[in-house]
């Protein structure tokens, strides 16, 4: 099993809009509606910011919205704010009972 | 409010077992409703699923590590562990503890990626 693929690094200005990919196969990302994903700050554990592709937990800003399409999920960020600067995590159910996480990706505010 | 953390030693020498507990506190690990995890972060990389236990008994783990760990739950303690055998420097990492959410279909557990309480994590060195 390999890591689910996502850029290393996205950047945007406050405000603005930015999206995270998510690139799995038809055994994980495409082949369940078991995709989520998690912000984590520097030396803090991960925060569930998605699940089930495009559910909010409670207490998450509708900011952050989930989406896919095939076997690519992805994550965008509107309004853009400087708190939003974190690395961010996708996470899919990959069959056979396991777990894949994505490697990645340090999203920078401008 | 649910609470877990994670406890044990922070040294583990190379070629010996990691052992790992994480206590819960503010719910219980013998609820159908919720599996039980172990996610680890090797220092500046990034988040790796170890594996998980649910309420049963049943256990799911990672295939590139299945044959060197082992976790289980203590209900009367709610505590669950981890044991990660054979170490070596790559073991080295943040090892988290953390719940998640099953689905049941067809009587067959998913193990779905919702992750939504988190101990602090703790540091393990594999070091001679």
């Known amino acids: 099993q390999s890591a689910l693929t996502q850029p290393r690094s996205v950047s945007g200005s406050p405000g603005q809009s930015v999206t995270i990919s998510c690139t799995g196969t038809?055994?994980?990302?495409?082949?369940?509606?078991?995709v989520s994903w998690y912000q984590q700050y520097p030396g803090e554990a991960p925060k569930l910011m998605i699940y089930h592709v495009s559910k909010r937990p409670s207490g998450v800003p509708d900011r952050f919205s989930g989406s896919k399409s095939g076997n690519t999920a992805s994550l965008t960020i509107s309004g853009l704010q400087a708190e939003d600067e974190a690395d961010y995590y996708c996470c899919s159910y990959s069959g056979s009972y396991t777990v894949l996480f994505g490697g990645g990706t340090k999203l920078t505010v401008l | 409010q649910l609470q877990l953390q994670e406890s044990g030693p922070g040294l583990v020498k190379p070629s010996e077992t990691l052992s790992l507990t994480c206590t819960v506190s503010g719910g219980s690990i013998s609820s159908s409703t919720y599996y039980w995890g172990w996610i680890r972060q090797p220092p500046g990389k990034g988040l790796e699923w170890i594996g998980s236990f649910y309420y049963s008994g049943t256990t799911y783990y990672n295939p590139s590590l299945k044959s060197r760990v082992t976790i289980s739950g203590d209900t009367s303690k709610t505590q669950f562990s981890l044991k990660l055998s054979s170490v070596t420097a790559a073991d080295t990492a943040v090892y988290y503890c953390?719940?998640?959410?099953?689905?049941?279909?067809?009587?067959?557990?998913?193990?779905?990626?919702?992750?939504?309480?988190w101990g602090l994590g703790t540091l393990v060195t594999v070091s001679s």
């Open positions: 953390a719940r998640g959410s099953p689905t049941i279909k067809f009587g067959v557990v998913i193990i779905r990626p919702d992750l939504d309480s």
């Open positions: 038809s055994s994980d990302v495409g082949g369940y509606n078991y």
